[in-house]
């Protein structure tokens, strides 16, 4: 968090990949990787898009204490940090990760409907479409 709001921009806006958090605090980019998501859990940064984040506008650094009161007195009130459910709200954005977790697991394990025969899928619908065709009227 502390290397994050070294390296943002006025606002909050941070461009850096993960490797280079990683090659500059001599972490493991899957560290990194663990780190950024917890943040964001905490709601005190989100991913724009891969290699951009965004600080929330209440530990982010402003050119003047008008802009940040601004940015602030404009954010959703689902981002404050300082409410009483802080605690709750991380504990509830951990708790849906892992359910996802769960869930994307327990379907890769399923078993598929039909065997993944491609050439032998490609031979029933040849066959299927000269049936109908054939018995198509002209």
Known sequence: MLFLLGVQ?????IVITQEDIASAL??????VGLSLQH??????VWRE?????????????FTT?????E????????YYLDVDDFEERYQAAVEQHQEELR?????????PARPTDLAAHRQRRS??????TAAAPE
């Open 127 to 132: 066959r299927q479409g000269h049936r109908a």
């Open 26 to 31: 001599g972490m493991k980019r899957s560290a």
């Open 71 to 78: 940015t602030i007195r404009r954010m959703d009130e689902a």
């Open 9 to 13: 921009e006025p606002g909050g806006r």
């Open 103 to 111: 869930r994307k697991a327990a379907i890769r394990k399923m078993p």
């Open 39 to 44: 943040l964001q859990f905490a709601r005190i």
């Open 49 to 61: 898009r891969q290699g951009v984040y965004q600080l929330n506008p209440q530990v982010a650094g």
């Open 65 to 69: 204490p008008a802009a940040a009161e």
